[in-house]
């Protein structure tokens, strides 16, 4: 029985490792935002195969996008979906916030696991919204998780 629950242990932390290598880690996420520029974005996420998709512009601004597994319509959203986990990255063009999206609640988990390992405060749901948790550590950015819908149903956010 003890083999048993070991081999499933090992299984769920191995499928867990597998759903986080292809996407941008939190660490270089906040490279990215730390370089708020469109040349560390480059740098920074090509090397981990990430595309660049251009310039997107809503009611909040402009922002560099990159994608991973997947693609984008010509209005910045996502599409055909590949194999392994699809993920988004946004830049805003003035460099005061990084978006990260994500498409699946474990590959969202391992992102804020990863969060709670570099030491960050994992604070509290805001008042009345379980959807958004708000973490916090002395000298770095704060890092936001969303629970949106879709079509970007999961987004980290980092901002000063």
Do not use: H
């Amino acid at each position: 029985m003890k083999k048993i629950l070991l081999l499933l242990t090992t299984l769920l932390f191995t499928m867990g490792m597998q759903a986080q290598k292809d996407i941008v880690s939190i660490a270089d996420a906040i490279k990215v935002f730390q370089g708020k520029t469109l040349q560390v974005g480059k740098q920074v996420l090509e090397k981990q195969g990430y595309s660049y998709k251009g310039v997107s512009s809503d009611e909040f601004g402009k922002d560099y996008n990159w994608v991973k597994n997947m693609n984008l319509t010509s209005d910045f959203l996502p599409t055909t979906m590949k194999r392994g986990n699809s993920s988004m990255v946004q830049l805003a063009q003035n460099g005061k916030t990084v978006y990260v999206y994500v498409f699946n609640r474990t590959a969202f988990a391992g992102l804020q696991a990863q969060v709670k390992t570099l030491g960050y405060d994992m604070g509290k749901a805001v008042k009345g919204d379980n959807s958004t948790l708000i973490c916090t550590k002395d000298n770095q950015p704060t890092i936001s998780f969303l629970t949106l819908q879709q079509p970007l149903p999961y987004c980290v956010q980092i901002t000063e």
